[in-house]
Nanobody, 129 residues
Framework: QVQLVESGGGSVQAGGSLRLSCAAS?????????IAWFRQAPGKEREGVAA????????YYSDSVKGRFIISLDNAKNSVYLQMNSLRPEDTAMYYC?????????????????????WGQGTQVTVSS
């Protein structure tokens, strides 16, 4: 059974930084596994912000975070991180880690909610102005 556990959320002032972590377990092989970060603000739809293959070098970012957020891997720990810099009040949301197995994807697919069956419980990020 695949499990995803997020951590690292919190409160920060605008312009600050946070790093989220997602520990993945339950996969017998991480070949073709893609892991993504999504976020959902109150009253808004869940949106994909970054995704990367667990054993690859391809990463995808939404336009709203590109240049500010960085997704990275620690293969030894089967963990994915989301370094969030230059945070803005509009980045305030519950952040979720998601994972699934797909051979190849477009950016839209990689950041699409329907792509993923496995989800973490979420971690809250609050950015104050």
């Amino acid at each position: 059974q695949v499990q995803l556990v997020e951590s690292g959320g919190g409160s920060v002032q605008a312009g600050g930084s946070l790093r989220l972590s997602c520990a993945a377990s339950g996969y017998t092989s991480y070949s073709s596994v893609i892991i993504a970060w999504f976020r959902q603000a109150p009253g808004k739809e869940r949106e994909g912000v970054a995704a990367t293959y667990a054993r690859g070098s391809v990463s995808y970012y939404s336009d709203s975070v590109k240049g500010r957020f960085i997704i990275s891997l620690d293969n030894a720990k089967n963990s994915v991180y989301l370094q969030m810099n230059s945070l803005r009040p509009e980045d305030t949301a519950m952040y979720y880690c998601a994972a699934d197995r797909h051979v190849s994807m477009t950016k839209a697919q990689a950041l699409g909610i329907m792509t993923y069956e496995n989800w973490g419980q979420g971690t809250q990020v609050t950015v104050s102005s």
